[in-house]
């Protein structure tokens, strides 16, 4: 890879065509008779300006940073007014030159705490007079040479059009034709603030000798700091949903791979995600599909634990895979206990809801209020609730109320309006400060965020948020999201969040969806029975091959994880079911990927030999009570007891859970399953509808549907 | 270039103090160097010339306020790393808006010369590294700039640029191991 680096250098640039070198050298010379045309009007900073030139030559080996960070600070804190100054001189279009002086002689006074005795001339109020006297004109000058220049740079594209290389055609075909106008004027829009910030970076020099200071400091003025990262910025997504990129699990050898672990997952956010998009006549984002949460959409009837004291039971079923005659799959179930609503503890729920401009659509604002009210009915009276908003600043609607005055609470979130922008930070130590408020010991307290997108943490980076959720977390607080509304949703940091915070993501999209996940499921995901749930599975070399779990992608855990109880992993709640399902290959199948290891023959027969010889598998669950920092470990070996001769022969909700994750892997674009028809989906997701009283199934085979007529080519 | 330093350092005084034929001389030595960068940056000719003439734009416009008249060349290369991240955003941009029109995609003529084919791929993979690892990568590699001088020109430390061209090279490997299948 070295040597590859290396060949960077022995590319030589082509030259510029004199045309372009002489319109370039032209627009610089009159970008500077520009800049001299506005110092002329400021004739008496031109001498000091020289002066501190040469100062700044004589000084700057000699100052060492620290003596010019105030200076810089200071600069630096004045620059942004500036900026605001110049934008909306600009955009006015008022005679500049004596306004943006008088009002730089008003911002002079401004409080200097600058160590100046060594530099006189180089004084910083007389840099920030001229600072902004020359960066106002300066830039309401450059839109005009912006716009000539954006002329020039349309001939410049025509011109080199007949000598184009290869690599140029895709560039060129970005700009031709279409987008020639809108550019001329995006051009000329963006060239001035580009220049200002130039401009204005660089007076940052001017009291800060050394440019290394500029280079620090250019990209916080010339770009504000984003908080996605780069690569998502150069992305161009056709909406701003951003989703965690996740390839789906390979096909791992047991001979060198025999454990597989991972952590449970009770979301549900992409399955809704993925019905919005089919139902608007889309085709989901590959990212946007995360089969695990699909599968655990559905409730399914597994076999329940029968008392407290086991909080969950595990049902494996190993069947025929329908898309792969050579493997099998083996279905794990896990059912949690369910709590007897008698038994459920006292509930201190802290609603964190944005009321951001962007919640007011009918599917956003107006939906999670219906969704509030369908859940405030079925709370009980000694339970509390509080909302706090965030917006342009976070506001608490409600203290802590108890459901008994329930008046109180449906009024609160009828009187949600939305307006301002987002600023989750306060919003979210508002709400911790409310739950921490009403904490009910040994009770449930939740913060539940409901937002339609970005969780914009303000000054603290994400990480700080995570951080803030966990401890909150240890505190015995824990964190639900919903998203809602499509288009703004960053589902990345939404899955973070509650991951981190011991809480479930789900997307709610309907008023159905909305009763599913809040009242429904309020009854089982804000009561944890268990918490850090881990699975891990071993396979027996001697009756596997490979093995492949199917989605769970972000939930994967290290092997040595498992037992570490310090690492975090799911909760489960009462009543709650996981479904979990490896497509196995048997040994000896024609569908064997890797090829057996030369060298572990002499292993082998040890490993036949074993007690465990007639195990497929060997399930370990591990987990802790809710309050308990210790995990507990449930085992189930897997034999050939619990396999079925065919899929047919499989309960109705293996089958179902089965054309689910068939189709989750379809959509996720699981190669495995190109062969695999939609039709076949649809056939098997009908033969295991059931019973379906809430038409959750037969939904899902009409989704299927819809992708099948989307998908086309795709089949 | 190294003789020519103190020229440079005389022309860029001048410039700063208003001299406008030192300005005019100054720009003149250096916009080769800059439209060099420039395609390096962005792999095209015209687009380097869409962003050197930017650079000059906003050089006229910002010269009286430099200062630190031996480092002159650094700001060259912060100004054109700027401008030319700024066109590259226009761009993808522009692209949007396109794809809204057009769905046809590009196709890139193939080599004749498999050696200038590799070429290719490695700097088309360079270009879609994370900003921050392309301009380590391309400074140090393409510019022959040490890791100091590179750190200079991005504003931290010489550490990072290592790290920079580190991850760099660990994302590269992945990135071109997938294309070699």
């Not at chain 1, 309401?140 to 184009?164: L, Y």
């Not at chain 1, 308990?628 to 089958?655: C, F, Y």
């Not at chain 2, 200062?67 to 060349?73: E, I, K, L, V």
């Not at chain 2, 090279?169 to 997938?178: D, E, F, M, V």
Request: proline share 6%.
């Amino acid at each position: 890879m070295s040597d590859d680096f290396e060949r960077l250098s022995g590319l030589t640039p082509p030259m510029a065509s004199p045309e372009a070198r002489a319109r370039a050298l032209a627009v610089a010379m009159q970008a500077f008779d520009a800049a001299e045309e506005n110092s002329a009007a400021t004739q008496g900073s031109v001498r000091p300006v020289r002066q501190s030139s040469i100062f700044n030559r004589i000084w700057s080996p000699i100052m060492n940073r620290k003596l010019l960070a105030g200076s810089a600070l200071a600069t630096l804190l004045v620059v942004p007014a500036a900026a605001f100054l110049t934008l909306e001189l600009t955009r006015n279009g008022a005679p500049f030159g004596e306004r943006a002086q008088e009002i730089a002689l008003k911002e002079k006074p401004a409080p200097q705490p600058t160590p100046k005795p060594a530099l006189p001339a180089a004084s910083p109020e007389g840099d920030l007079a001229r600072v902004q006297d020359e960066t106002a004109p300066g830039a309401a000058t450059d839109q005009s040479v912006a716009e000539q220049k954006a002329q020039a740079a349309d001939q410049a594209a025509a011109v080199s059009e007949e000598k184009f290389n290869a690599d140029e055609i895709a560039n060129l075909l970005n700009r031709s034709g279409v987008n020639g106008a809108k550019r001329k004027t995006m051009e000329s829009e963006t060239v001035a603030p580009a220049a200002e910030a130039d401009a204005m970076a660089n007076s940052v020099a001017r009291s800060t000798a050394p440019l290394s200071a500029v280079g620090g400091a250019q990209p916080q003025i010339t770009y504000l700091p984003a908080p996605v990262t780069e690569e998502k910025l150069v992305a161009p997504p056709e909406n701003r949903e951003r989703f965690g990129k996740a390839d789906s699990n390979p096909v791992k050898s047991v001979a060198t791979e025999p454990v597989s672990t991972f952590s449970v997952d009770v979301d549900t956010a992409s399955y809704a995600f993925v019905r919005r998009s089919l139902m608007e006549g889309q085709m989901p984002e590959r990212d946007a599909v995360r089969v695990e949460e699909m599968v655990n959409y559905f409730p399914y009837d597994w076999p329940r634990p029968t008392s407290v004291t086991e909080p969950f039971k595990a049902t494996v079923t190993v069947t025929p895979t329908p898309w792969n005659g050579g493997t099998r799959l083996m279905h794990v179930a896990i059912k949690g206990y369910d709590v007897v609503p008698a038994e459920a503890p006292k509930a201190n729920l802290v609603f964190l809801i944005d009321v951001s401009g962007s919640m007011d659509e009918p599917d956003k604002l107006p939906l999670l209020k219906s969704a509030f009210r369908l859940l405030v009915e079925k709370l009980k009276p000694e339970d509390t609730v509080s909302i706090v908003t965030y917006a342009g600043n976070a506001g608490t609607v409600l203290e802590p109320t108890g459901v008994k005055d329930k008046a109180k609470i449906l009024q609160a979130i009828d009187s949600l309006q939305p307006g301002g922008s987002t600023a989750g930070a306060e919003g979210i130590d508002a709400a911790y400060a409310l739950a921490e408020k009403a904490f009910v010991k040994g009770g449930v307290n939740r913060v539940m965020l409901a937002t339609d997108g970005d969780f914009n943490v303000g000054p603290s980076s994400d990480d700080d948020l995570k951080r803030l959720i966990e401890e909150k977390r240890n505190g015995g607080i824990f964190l639900s999201v919903l998203g809602f509304g499509r288009g703004n949703y960053n589902d990345a940091l939404m899955q973070t969040i509650a991951q981190n915070g011991n809480g479930t993501a789900a997307y709610i999209d309907t008023l159905a969806e909305a009763q599913k996940t809040l009242v429904e499921e309020a009854g089982s995901s804000p009561f944890p029975i268990a918490k850090d749930v881990k699975l891990q599975v071993e396979f027996n070399p001697a009756a596997i091959a490979g093995y492949r779990l199917i989605g769970y992608e972000t939930r994967a855990l290290k092997r040595e994880d498992f037992n570490n109880d310090k690492v975090d992993a799911g909760d489960i709640g009462s009543g709650h079911s996981v479904t979990a399902i490896y497509e196995v290959t048997p040994k000896g199948s024609p569908a064997v990927l890797n090829d057996d290891l030369r060298y572990a023959e002499a292993v082998k027969p040890a490993a036949e030999a074993s007690p465990h010889g007639g195990e497929l598998a060997f399930l370990k669950i591990r987990y802790k009570k809710p309050d308990g920092d210790k995990s507990e470990l449930i085992t189930t070996p897997v034999t050939e007891a619990n396999a079925v001769p065919s899929l047919a022969e499989a309960p109705a909700d293996v089958r179902f859970s089965v054309a689910v994750a068939a189709f989750g892997q379809k959509l996720s674009g699981v190669t495995a399953l190109n062969d695999y028809t939609y039709d076949a989906v649809i056939d098997l997701a009908l033969a295991s509808r059931g019973a379906d009283p809430f038409g959750y199934r037969s939904e899902f085979v009409n989704l299927v549907r819809l992708a099948k007529g989307l998908g086309g080519s795709r089949n | 270039m190294r003789a020519g330093t103190d020229l440079d350092a005389e022309l860029v005084e001048k410039a700063v103090s208003g001299d406008r034929q030192a300005f005019g001389a100054l720009v003149e030595r250096h916009y080769d160097f800059v439209h060099a960068v420039a395609w390096r940056w962005s792999g095209n000719v015209s687009d380097a010339e869409d962003i050197a003439q930017d650079v000059c734009l906003r050089l006229g416009a910002a010269i009286r306020g430099f200062r630190g008249t031996s480092r002159f060349r650094t700001w060259l290369y912060t100004l054109t790393l700027n401008a030319a991240r700024d066109h590259k955003r226009r761009q993808v941009r522009d692209h949007r808006q396109m794809q809204a029109y057009a769905s046809e995609q590009a196709v890139a003529a193939p080599h004749q010369d498999p050696d200038a084919e590799r070429r290719e791929v490695l700097w088309v993979a360079v270009r879609e590294l994370p900003e921050k690892q392309c301009d380590a990568v391309l400074l140090v590699y393409a510019e022959g700039l040490s890791h100091a001088a590179a750190a200079d020109v991005l504003g931290c430390s010489e550490a990072t640029i290592s790290w920079h061209v580190h991850e760099a090279r660990k994302r590269l490997k992945t990135l071109l191991g997938k294309e070699a299948v």
